[in-house]
């Protein structure tokens, strides 16, 4: 499975983007689907996961402003992320977790730069 990020750019705090994440192959049984992020000197961390039972999980930064989603007829997710802060600024990258043990899968990020 191949993942493809999008929708990354550059936008005002305050302001809002939604990231997309299109797999190559069918989500549908990936255990877990989501979104990391790393910030230039920092280290990758969790901004939102969605389980294949619609579980979801925010790191507690995002919570309230970003929402995730998935859409396995389009083998997609996505990032809805609102008041976006210069802190939000991060390449993110989308992954997929299948239940064969080491099965994850990465995209190739995208940037998000939050900036007045």
């Known amino acids: 499975v191949q993942l493809q990020a999008s929708g990354g750019g550059l936008v005002q705090p305050g302001g809002s983007l939604r990231l997309s994440c299109a797999a190559s192959g069918s989500i549908a049984s990936a255990n877990v689907v989501g979104w990391r992020r790393q910030a230039p000197g920092k280290q990758r961390e969790l901004v939102a996961v969605?389980?294949?039972?619609?579980?979801?999980n925010y790191a507690e930064s995002v919570k309230g402003r970003f929402t995730i989603s998935r859409d396995n007829a389009k083998n997609t997710v996505y990032l809805q992320m609102n008041s976006l802060e210069p802190e939000d600024t991060a390449v993110y990258l989308c992954?997929?977790?299948?239940?064969?043990?080491?099965?994850?899968?990465w995209g190739q990020g995208t940037l998000v730069t939050v900036s007045s």
């Open positions: 992954y997929a977790m299948f239940p064969m043990p080491g099965s994850i899968y």
């Open positions: 969605i389980m294949s039972g619609s579980g979801t």
